[in-house]
């Protein structure tokens, strides 16, 4: 069972920058597909970003340009960085992974698609 811990959450000002990081432990398959997610209150969890294991990324429209996703094989770290920030990004973060594949394209943006998740960290931009 895959654990995701993440942290770099905070609150800035519109316009400015944050990285988050997931340290994931406990693999026992050799690819997985990653995500980050996030959900504002009173709002359905939606896919942000994902990372396939032959390092193809996927992007939702509302952030493509201004974050990127990225991992460190060898620190077994997933990031998410975040620029041009909006209040409209304010929300908890998640990570979440999945063995094997992100699937067909879209896909990635399914929340069941995933099987392991983490904690969140909270994202206020004001």
């Known amino acids: 069972h895959v654990q995701l811990v993440e942290s770099g959450g905070g609150s800035v000002q519109a316009g400015g920058s944050l990285r988050l990081s997931c340290a994931a432990s406990g693999y026992t398959y050799s690819s997985y597909c990653m995500g980050w997610f996030r959900q504002a209150p009173g709002k359905e969890r939606e896919g942000v970003a994902a990372?396939?294991?032959?390092?193809?990324?996927s992007y939702a429209d509302s952030v493509k340009g201004r974050f990127t996703i990225s991992k460190d094989n060898a620190k077994n770290t997933l990031y998410l960085q975040m620029n041009s920030l909006e209040p409209g990004d304010t929300a908890m973060y998640y990570c979440?992974?999945?063995?094997?594949?992100?699937?067909?394209?879209?896909?990635?943006?399914?929340?069941?698609?995933?099987?392991?998740w983490g904690q969140g960290t909270q994202v206020t931009v004001s």
């Open positions: 990372i396939d294991s032959d390092g193809s990324t």
């Open positions: 979440a992974t999945e063995p094997g594949t992100c699937g067909p394209p879209g896909w990635w943006k399914l929340p069941s698609l995933y099987n392991s």
